[in-house]
């Protein structure tokens, strides 16, 4: 057997090590890659929730804006339905006519509950 050669020797550890290098550039590369589109949707979904969520809260002030709404129509008509209740209930004395009442008008007024019992008892 002839003696190996060290030149030889050390040109392959160098091919190797080359070899070696370039795979693990390559597998960088892959991981870097990788991540880079990882990141890319994770960005994406963040926007996307992002969005729903104001999308949700612009439904929920809307939302709420109506309800605001219905609370005032409904504290407007219970006012309405108390004048009504004690007007009737001291009609008995005074024989008030409720045909005579303008409901709208009762419904639209923003007075004080005293002066609208006041009124319905005309």
């Not at 057997?1 to 030889?8: F, H, L, W």
């Not at 045909?99 to 923003?110: E, F, H, I, K, P």
């Amino acid at each position: 057997m002839a003696p190996k050669n060290k030149e030889n020797s050390s040109g392959n550890k160098k091919k190797r090590q080359q070899v070696s290098e370039e795979d693990d550039d390559e597998d960088y590369r892959r991981r870097r890659d990788r991540n880079n589109q990882a990141v890319k949707r994770s960005r994406v979904k963040s926007k996307l929730r992002t969005q729903q969520t104001l999308e949700r809260v612009n439904q929920l002030k809307t939302e709420n804006e109506l309800l605001e709404e219905k609370i005032k129509m409904l504290t407007k008509e219970l006012g309405f339905l108390k004048d009504l209740f004690l007007a009737h209930a001291g009609s008995s004395q005074h024989s008030v006519n409720f045909q005579d009442v303008d409901l709208n008008a009762l419904l639209a007024d923003d007075t004080k509950p005293e002066d609208r019992a006041k009124q319905t008892a005309k």
